[in-house]
């Protein structure tokens, strides 16, 4: 089974940045879709950002041009660089794989969370 190791999250002020990472276990990292979400108190899990094994991106309208999602396939690792943070960015950010962007948003197939790397944006 593949493990998510999130980190880099912390406390920041709004209008801040902060650059998360995730490094994947297994050898199947580079053919697959990769996703950050996002969980905030009292809401579901929601994607905020995803990237294809070919690089195409999605995001979500609340992010868009404000995070960054790379990957760097020699490493395992995807990255979710996040600009001009907002206290509503709160949340614990996770990682995870999918066949696809598509599967991604569904959440098909995942049956596992790491433990995540908590984000909060002070006013």
Known sequence: QVQFVESGGGLVQAGGSLRLSCVASGSTFSSRAMGWYRQA????????AGISSGGPTNY???VKGRFTISRDNAKNTVYL???SLKPEDTAVYYCNSGRSLLALVRSEGITYWGQGTQVTVSS
């Open 41 to 48: 108190p009292g809401n579901q899990r929601e994607l905020v």
């Open 81 to 83: 660089q996040m600009n």
């Open 60 to 62: 979500a309208d609340s």
